[in-house]
């Protein structure tokens, strides 16, 4: 089935430690997004990436980097510079330029140790 | 983006229709209508998005009023698993634009 996979699904993270989070789709989609959701709060954009070797900054991008080395391929690394990364991650694609929908993945739970 | 406006919890009784009512009133004429839910620690689910016409599919029904000022997403026959916080939202079609994702509606469905 086509779809979108983020993985791991739970995450722990040590101080002053870098982590990757994963995210895969085969949806043939040009574009591909980072959210961060915190507890009773809406989603908020940290990177977008519209084309391969391409990535935009979103309204929270400190602290965070993206890599689009290839097209169904777009992981999300929090830095140690993120002081405060205790959240629920989650990814998305869609077909950029269109007004079809954002579909998301499952989304990865990061905690800190 | 269009800001819209949901109630922020509604009840329904399983198999009776749930009808999630949004209002966008200051929404533009390029800006689609989109509804999503989310289940617990789970990523938002799309479930139907429309611009001016009524539309239909299989898990849901959106009217869009013809100023385009409201919506209302219709859960024919709910069931328990529908129990969700769902979301309504304005966008366009501009090139890297996130999904602003408000409070939204908390629908509990219960037997």
């Known amino acids: 089935d086509g779809g979108i996979t983020q993985s791991p699904k739970y995450l722990f993270r040590k101080e002053g430690q870098n982590v990757t989070l994963s995210c895969e789709q085969n949806l043939n989609h040009d574009a591909m997004y980072w959210y961060r959701q915190d507890p009773g709060q809406g989603l908020r954009l940290i990177y977008y990436?519209?084309?391969?070797?391409?990535?935009q900054k979103g309204d929270i991008a400190e602290g965070y980097s993206v890599s689009r080395e290839k097209k169904e391929s777009f992981p999300l690394t929090v830095t140690s510079a993120q002081k405060n990364p205790t959240a629920f991650y989650l990814c998305a694609s869609t077909e950029e330029g269109s007004n079809q929908p954002q579909h998301f993945g499952d989304g990865t739970r990061l905690s800190i140790l | 983006d269009a800001k819209t406006t949901q109630p922020p919890s509604m009840d329904c009784a399983e198999g009776r229709a749930a009808n999630l009512p949004c209002n966008h009133s200051?929404?533009?004429?390029?800006?689609?209508v989109y509804w999503y839910r989310q289940i617990h620690s789970q990523g938002p689910q799309y479930i139907i998005h429309g611009l001016k016409n009524n539309e239909t599919n299989e898990m849901a029904s959106l009217i869009i009023t013809e100023d385009r000022k409201s919506s209302t997403l219709i859960l024919p026959h709910a069931t328990l698993r529908d129990t969700a916080v769902y979301y309504c939202?304005?966008?366009?079609?501009?090139?890297?634009?996130?999904?602003?994702f408000g409070k939204g509606t908390t629908l509990s469905v219960s037997s």
């Open positions: 200051t929404i533009s004429g390029n800006e689609y």
């Open positions: 939202i304005a966008k366009n079609n501009q090139a890297g634009t996130a999904l602003i």
């Open positions: 990436s519209q084309i391969v070797n391409d990535f």
